[in-house]
Nanobody, 129 residues
Framework: VQLVESGGGLVQAGGSLTLACAAS????????IAWFRQAPGKEREGVAA????????YDGDSVKGRVSVTVDHAQNVVSIRMNNLKPGDTATYYC???????????????????????WGQGTQVTVTL
């Protein structure tokens, strides 16, 4: 299983950005995919997750109402679009995967990093004023 993130960069506050997670070695509908982020000096935080089989999205409190997560089964890609970005969104964003049978919804997104079995290398997002 391999996860590769792309789409990070520099964006002004109030702007939008779309990150992509290209998955290989797995079939998305059998897994749950999540986005986590980590800012310097802070713990890793769950941003959002999706179960590609039914496209159910779980978004974390810090981004609620500002993100949309989509799945392209043909390309095996999960994307997250973040709107109204704030300087506090500056972080390295990671894509993670776990077999859906081991996914527990919001419980897997908050404080359960160890449940996620596969991780990408991360992509940097920097939001400026």
């Amino acid at each position: 299983v391999q996860l590769v993130e792309s789409g990070g960069g520099l964006v002004q506050a109030g702007g939008s950005l779309t990150l992509a997670c290209a998955a290989s070695g797995l079939r998305l509908r059998d897994w749950a995919i999540a986005w986590f982020r980590q800012a310097p000096g802070k713990e890793r935080e769950g941003v959002a997750a999706i179960t590609p089989r039914d496209r159910t999205v779980y978004d974390g409190d810090s981004v609620k109402g500002r993100v949309s997560v989509t799945v392209d089964h043909a390309q095996n890609v999960v994307s997250i679009r973040m709107n109204n970005l704030k300087p506090g969104d500056t972080a390295t964003y990671y894509c993670a995967a776990v077999p859906q049978a081991r996914f527990y919804g919001y419980e897997s997104l908050v404080g359960r990093e160890q449940h996620w079995t596969n991780w990408g290398q991360g992509t940097q997002v920097t939001v400026t004023l």
